[in-house]
């Protein structure tokens, strides 16, 4: 940045010749609205609205044998694009005609998606409510409950603990080697490197329930492992591990060249750089990257269905004798035909979106940030860290003079003896 | 800048000096311990990953060689699953998964797109971030729970409604049937007392519930490019008067292209592996089934998910083999995809 400082001026300025005002303005000036909203767009596509939802009525009423609501909606939906493009025609151009149809169609594809989005997580909700209201949901097994219990006796405690025990495993197989597999991709570039990231990049079109078959085949039938948490923690490794590795690649990626370059030219060795600058300024990223690549394990049903075994009862222990998971025990209990199982089924699949949904806020809170932007936290502390630094400096300046003074007549007696 | 009126300087030419001529010296580097120490640890990290995708491979193919050989190539044209009697292959499933995706395709690919342009294009600026997020826990819902939604609420309430059956697949029957693909055997829509069950557990309404598992992963691949159509482009196709339809069509989908088609088969891939959600909602039949609409279809994976307890010997082994064919495809198309989006000019940039 350059600022360039105008020398003061010293002469008289020129005179300003001002515009005389012709009028007064009565009143002070209206701001004018910079929206690109008119009144007559909101009349056109309310009235659009009315007569489509009209018509549709009367068609389905009075005209025709149709029935349905879906076919309803579908119908109206149609009659108001058609009305909306022919009172926007009545003042406007083609190009606009076809524009604001643009418009219309894309907010409501934009709607669609956002209604079923809320229709899934509502509808869980709802009927997982019924489970859920009863506290022995979250602290009572299976064990007891047959299909004629009623949902004030059993719970999803034996699948809860599983799934902690087993995402628990597979993120201390995971992290570690996804962490260091991704600083290997991204700092340590060659034909090796290049070789293993497209076989990654392979293993991540690696369907789940494959994942889930490769560990039934070697790891249960071949070497004998019974069917346990680890089986399955181990086939949620081999499903997670390249959608970790690959996420993380990316933000380490993301990490400016200066940076680094920076750490490299004031000395620091390579190990040096990727500690101390590489990996905190990517952390958060990383962090995103593991919690969602967390999630997505959490919610897996299919490697966890031919490895963990399913049981009704508590099983602590991950490695001998079959556990249960969430999704595992929402699938087993909704294909049965007792209504109560069916709704513990809801209630396992509300668990299980509560811990995915605090996994995502988890995850969008520490990070969602591209490396070098900072939180306002953050930042406030680099201010903080940095004044302090200044103090420190300033401290040292006047401690540095002090003795320069203090020993002002040694040095030059010095300085002249070695000249 | 000054022009100079006097003339420049000479220059001063060194004499080329005696001896022989200049050549690069030769760099080399002298690495610390800790970082001997550092790319010894992240290389042994990298070659452990390798090791292991590749076991994965290797495994796969090996466990399901037994099969192979006793069915060679009818493993793919055969339409039974019958492996005690030696007459096995995935033709029917196989069709059965390409049909789901499509179904899966073709409902989420305008979804997305409506979605992803909405939030690049006409969300208000303080919108975003929130809708960006919603897309995001779209997909991280787990497929168990979409599943449920499909046989629960889909299904029943919206598709196949009551004693009649009344819904889309029926209206498509009755209207469509004409057309092979919405064809259903042996139901006659104009019949009333005609049972609503062969329009359940079809192909149809599995391939709904897993277009809503993709449409997320599709709408924020879009979303990517098409927020990267740059402003230049934009801003010169809005001084020429275009609307903002017409600046869409003429700056952000031409940028966007690779990465629509990229993102679409990223898709595809995901949808052709799903498992739960088709395995909840379908029942699985062996052989080709090309009405979309009827009772019946098939994926590999639910295959796997139905029959790996009770298949031993030969049948595991099918069952693998039925597996490595499933990761084939979707390898196939996942690496299609890899490769449009790197090479159209929005992916470049973009991380899938």
């Given at each position: 940045?350059t600022?360039?400082?105008?020398?003061?001026?010293?002469?008289?300025?020129?005179?300003?010749?001002?515009?005389?005002?012709?009028?007064?303005?009565?009143?002070?000036?209206?701001?004018?609205?910079?929206?690109?909203?008119r009144?007559?767009?909101?009349?056109?596509?309310?009235?659009?609205?009315?007569?489509?939802?009209?018509?549709?009525?009367?068609?389905?009423?009075?005209?025709?044998?149709?029935?349905g609501?879906?076919?309803?909606?579908?119908?109206s939906?149609?009659?108001?694009?058609?009305?909306?493009?022919?009172?926007?025609?009545?003042?406007?151009?083609?190009?606009?005609?076809?524009?604001?149809?643009?418009?219309?169609?894309?907010?409501?594809?934009?709607?669609?998606?956002?209604?079923?989005?809320?229709?899934?997580?509502?509808?869980?909700?709802v009927?997982?409510?019924?489970?859920?209201?009863?506290?022995?949901f979250?602290?009572?097994?299976?064990?007891?409950?047959?299909?004629?219990q009623?949902?004030?006796?059993?719970?999803?405690?034996?699948?809860?603990?599983?799934?902690?025990?087993?995402?628990?495993?597979?993120?201390?197989?995971?992290?570690?080697?996804?962490?260091?597999?991704?600083?290997?991709?991204?700092?340590?570039?060659g034909?090796?490197?290049?070789?293993?990231?497209?076989?990654?990049?392979?293993?991540?079109?690696?369907?789940?329930?494959?994942?889930?078959?490769?560990?039934?085949?070697?790891?249960?039938?071949?070497?004998?492992?019974?069917?346990?948490?680890?089986?399955?923690?181990?086939?949620?490794?081999?499903?997670?591990?390249?959608?970790?590795?690959?996420?993380?690649?990316v933000?380490?990626?993301?990490?400016?060249?200066?940076?680094?370059?920076?750490?490299?030219?004031?000395?620091?060795?390579?190990?040096?750089?990727?500690?101390?600058?590489?990996?905190p300024t990517?952390?958060?990223?990383?962090?995103?990257?593991?919690?969602?690549?967390?999630?997505?394990?959490?919610?897996?049903?299919?490697?966890?269905?031919?490895?963990?075994?399913?049981?009704a009862?508590?099983?602590?222990n991950?490695?001998?004798?079959?556990?249960?998971?969430?999704?595992?025990?929402?699938?087993?209990?909704?294909?049965?035909?007792?209504?109560?199982?069916?709704?513990?089924?809801?209630?396992?699949?509300?668990?299980?979106m509560?811990?995915?949904?605090?996994?995502?806020?988890?995850?969008?809170?520490?990070?969602?940030?591209?490396p070098?932007?900072?939180?306002?936290?953050?930042?406030?502390?680099?201010?903080?860290?940095?004044r302090?630094?200044?103090?420190?400096?300033?401290?040292?300046?006047?401690?540095?003079?002090?003795?320069?003074?203090?020993?002002?007549?040694i040095?030059?007696?010095?300085?002249?003896?070695?000249? | 800048?000054?022009?100079?009126?006097?003339?420049?300087?000479a220059?001063?030419v060194?004499?080329?000096?005696?001896?022989?001529?200049?050549?690069?010296?030769?760099?080399?580097?002298?690495?610390?311990?800790?970082?001997?120490?550092?790319r010894?640890v992240?290389?042994?990290?990298?070659?452990?990953?390798?090791?292991?995708?590749?076991?994965?491979?290797?495994?796969l193919?090996?466990?399901?060689?037994?099969?192979?050989?006793?069915?060679?190539?009818?493993?793919?044209?055969?339409q039974?699953?019958?492996?005690?009697g030696?007459?096995?292959?995935?033709?029917g499933?196989?069709?059965?998964t390409?049909?789901?995706g499509?179904?899966?395709?073709?409902?989420?690919?305008?979804?997305?797109?409506?979605?992803?342009?909405?939030?690049?294009?006409?969300a208000?600026n303080?919108?975003?971030?929130?809708?960006?997020?919603?897309?995001?826990?779209?997909?991280?819902?787990?497929?168990?729970?979409?599943?449920?939604?499909?046989?629960?609420?889909?299904?029943?309430?919206?598709?196949?409604?009551?004693?009649?059956?009344?819904?889309?697949?029926?209206?498509?029957?009755?209207?469509?049937?004409?057309?092979?693909?919405?064809?259903?055997?042996?139901?006659?829509?104009?019949?009333?007392?005609?049972?609503?069950?062969s329009?359940?557990?079809?192909?149809f309404?599995?391939?709904l519930?897993?277009?809503?598992?993709?449409?997320?992963?599709i709408?924020?691949?879009?979303?990517?490019?098409?927020?990267?159509a740059?402003?230049?482009?934009?801003?010169?196709?809005?001084?020429?008067?275009?609307?903002?339809w017409?600046?869409?069509?003429?700056?952000?989908?031409?940028?966007?292209?690779?990465?629509?088609?990229?993102?679409?088969m990223?898709?595809?891939?995901?949808?052709?592996g799903e498992?739960?959600?088709?395995?909840?909602?379908?029942?699985?039949?062996?052989?080709?089934?090309?009405?979309?609409?009827?009772?019946?279809?098939?994926?590999?994976?639910?295959?796997?998910?139905?029959?790996?307890?009770?298949d031993?010997?030969?049948?595991?082994?099918?069952?693998?083999?039925?597996?490595?064919?499933?990761?084939?495809?979707?390898?196939?198309?996942?690496?299609g995809?890899?490769?449009?989006?790197?090479?159209?000019?929005?992916?470049?940039?973009?991380?899938?």
């Open positions: 940045m600022t360039e400082v105008r020398p003061a001026v010293t002469t008289e300025p020129a005179e300003t010749t001002l515009p005389r005002a012709t009028v007064e303005p009565a009143a002070p000036e209206a701001r004018r609205t910079t929206g690109t909203t009144r007559t767009d909101v009349f056109a596509l309310l009235g659009a609205a009315a007569s489509a939802v009209s018509l549709a009525a009367v068609l389905f009423t009075q005209l025709t044998p149709f029935d609501v879906l076919g309803f909606v579908v119908v939906y149609v009659l108001f694009l058609a009305f909306y493009a022919l009172l926007v025609s009545l003042d406007e151009s083609g190009p606009a005609v076809r524009d604001r149809l643009a418009g219309v169609v894309i907010h409501s594809l934009a709607f669609l998606m956002l209604l079923a989005l809320v229709v899934v997580l509502v509808f869980t909700f009927r997982g409510r019924e489970a859920l209201s009863h506290p022995n979250y602290y009572e097994d299976m064990q007891a409950a047959g299909p004629l009623p949902l004030d006796v059993g719970g999803v405690r034996h699948a809860m603990i599983g799934t902690l025990e087993q995402i628990g495993i597979a993120l201390a197989i995971t992290l570690p080697l996804g962490v260091i597999g991704a600083v290997f991709l991204s700092e340590l570039p034909p090796y490197s290049r070789f293993v990231r497209t076989i990654v990049e392979a293993m991540t079109a690696l369907p789940s329930i494959v994942a889930g078959l490769f560990v039934y085949g070697t790891i249960i039938l071949a070497l004998g492992v019974p069917l346990s948490g680890l089986a399955g923690s181990i086939a949620l490794s081999v499903m997670m591990l390249p959608i970790i590795i690959r996420a993380a690649d933000v380490i990626r993301l990490v400016p060249g200066s940076l680094r370059e920076a750490s490299l030219a004031l000395g620091a060795s390579q190990w040096r750089t990727i500690w101390h600058v590489v990996l990517a952390r958060s990223g990383i962090t995103t990257a593991v919690i969602l690549g967390t999630a997505r394990g959490i919610g897996e049903t299919s490697p966890v269905l031919l490895t963990v075994g399913a049981t009862v508590t099983n602590l991950p490695i001998d004798n079959p556990q249960m998971s969430l999704p595992l025990v929402t699938f087993q209990l909704v294909r049965t035909p007792s209504d109560t199982m069916i709704a513990r089924g809801f209630g396992a699949a509300a668990v299980l509560i811990l995915v949904l605090f996994l995502f806020v988890l995850a969008r809170l520490i990070g969602g940030r591209i070098g932007q900072l939180s306002r936290g953050q930042r406030r502390r680099r201010a903080h860290a940095s302090r630094d200044a103090r420190r400096f300033a401290a040292r300046e006047r401690a540095r003079r002090a003795l320069a003074t203090q020993t002002d007549g040095a030059t007696t010095d300085s002249r003896e070695l000249s | 800048m000054t022009v100079t009126s006097t003339d420049p300087p220059t001063n060194p004499s080329t000096p005696e001896g022989p001529p200049d050549r690069p010296r030769r760099i080399r580097e002298r690495r610390a311990l800790s970082d001997l120490l550092f010894g992240a290389r042994a990290g990298g070659t452990a990953v390798l090791a292991i995708m590749l076991l994965v491979g290797i495994f193919t090996r466990d399901a060689l037994p099969a192979w050989r006793e069915a060679g190539l009818g493993f793919l044209t055969t039974a699953w019958d492996p005690q030696g007459d096995f292959g995935v033709a499933v196989l069709v059965g390409v049909l789901i499509m179904v899966a395709i073709s409902v989420a690919v305008p979804l997305a797109f409506g979605a992803s342009l909405y939030i690049s294009e006409y208000p303080r919108l975003k971030p929130l809708l960006v997020n919603l897309v995001d826990l779209m997909a991280a819902v787990p497929s168990v729970v979409y599943g449920i939604w499909g046989l629960f609420l889909l299904q029943p309430k919206i598709l196949v409604v009551g004693e009649q059956g009344d819904g889309l697949p029926r209206w498509l029957a009755t209207y469509f049937g004409w057309i092979p693909l919405f064809q259903v055997d042996d139901y006659d829509p104009r019949d009333p007392l005609a049972s609503p069950t329009l359940t557990a079809s192909t309404v599995a391939g519930v897993v277009a809503m598992m993709v449409t997320p992963i709408a924020s691949i879009m979303r990517e490019v098409f927020s990267q740059p402003l230049g482009e934009r801003e010169g196709a809005y001084a020429l008067g275009a609307t903002k017409g600046m869409i069509r003429s700056v952000v989908l031409p940028f966007g292209r690779g990465g629509m088609v990229g993102g679409t990223l898709g595809l891939g995901r949808a052709l498992t739960i959600g088709v395995y909840l909602v379908v029942s699985v039949v062996f052989v080709i089934q090309p009405h979309i609409l009827q009772n019946g279809g098939g994926s590999i994976s639910a295959l796997i998910a139905l029959r790996y307890a009770e031993l010997g030969v049948g595991f082994a099918a069952l693998m083999a039925a597996g490595l064919v499933l990761f084939g495809v979707t390898l196939i198309v996942n690496f995809a890899g490769i449009i989006i790197n090479r159209s000019r929005s992916g470049a940039a973009s991380e899938v």
